[in-house]
């Protein structure tokens, strides 16, 4: 079976949301994930899981918040090849760089190896209903993307 992690931060609860939402669809397809808020995690864990979810808001004119800088400079000291992974964020259109911790996190995530395997999914502050759906469709076709290469 798939072990799955899912690590984020949230300042508003609008990423929280969405985490719970890309959550709800993961469970929904039987498999178990466990979910860390940053501050709790530890970077080296990634390594122990087959497919690794990172979710963050953008701060900023375009950075990670802060309590995500730790976990990302440990994540230097990582090879994550072989691993699958996925990045999601809330995100503000009135800043010119729209949704830059999702695409930050998800060059990071190639730099160490992972396939990415979804486009980044980025959400307008808080998930509307429509938007909730969306995020339990990628949870789920998340673990698609992981379960197809463990059949291989």
Aim: proline fraction near 1%; charged fraction near 35%; charge should be negative.
């Amino acid at each position: 079976m798939a072990k799955l992690m899912m690590v984020y931060t949230s300042m508003t609860g609008n990423t929280e949301e969405i985490a719970n939402a890309i959550a709800e669809g993961i469970q929904e397809e039987g498999i178990d994930l466990e979910v860390k808020e940053v501050l709790d995690a530890d970077a080296k864990e990634l390594e122990e899981y087959d497919g690794i979810l990172l979710g963050a808001y953008t701060w900023g004119d375009g950075e990670l918040p802060d309590d995500f800088l730790d976990f990302y400079d440990d994540m230097d000291e990582l090879d994550l090849s072989g691993k699958k992974a996925a990045v999601f964020g809330s995100c503000d259109s009135n800043y010119e760089k729209y949704g830059a911790a999702v695409d930050i996190l998800i060059d990071k995530l190639k730099e160490l190896g992972a396939d990415v395997i979804l486009e980044g999914l980025k959400i307008e502050l808080a998930p509307t209903n429509e938007e909730r759906e969306k995020c339990k469709n990628f949870g789920k076709q998340f673990v698609q993307g992981v379960l197809e290469t463990k059949k291989c």
